[in-house]
Nanobody
Framework: QVQLVESGGGLVQAGESLRLSCRASGTIFSINAMGWYRQVPGKERELIAAIVSGGGAHYADSVEGRFTISRDNSKNMVLLQMNSLQPEDTAVYLC????????WGQGTQVTVSS
């Protein structure tokens, strides 16, 4: 069983930054990709950033240039540096890993006030 625990969410003002962290634990044989989704009530869960096993990073257009994803393989951690946050970034952010199946964390709330 794999567990994902996120941290780093909170309430910030527009233009400020936050850094999200996610640590994966449990029986993990190999990780093909790690990343972050976000969920807004009434909307589909959106993949906003992912980093694959070869190291390549991919971003949704909505966060490109503002968010940076990184990975610490030795700790099975994935980080998301979020800069220039805007009210439309308000959401629950969920950590995701792809191994032999997909896993998601419980999520951490990010709220950006104008």
């Amino acid at each position: 069983q794999v567990q994902l625990v996120e941290s780093g969410g909170g309430l910030v003002q527009a233009g400020e930054s936050l850094r999200l962290s996610c640590r994966a634990s449990g029986t993990i044989f190999s990780i093909n990709a790690m990343g972050w989704y976000r969920q807004v009530p009434g909307k589909e869960r959106e993949l906003i950033a992912a980093i694959v096993s070869g190291g390549g990073a991919h971003y949704a257009d909505s966060v490109e240039g503002r968010f940076t994803i990184s990975r610490d393989n030795s700790k099975n951690m994935v980080l998301l540096q979020m800069n220039s946050l805007q009210p439309e970034d308000t959401a629950v952010y969920l950590c995701w890993i792809a191994t032999i199946r997909d896993y998601w964390g419980q999520g951490t709330q990010v709220t950006v006030s104008s």
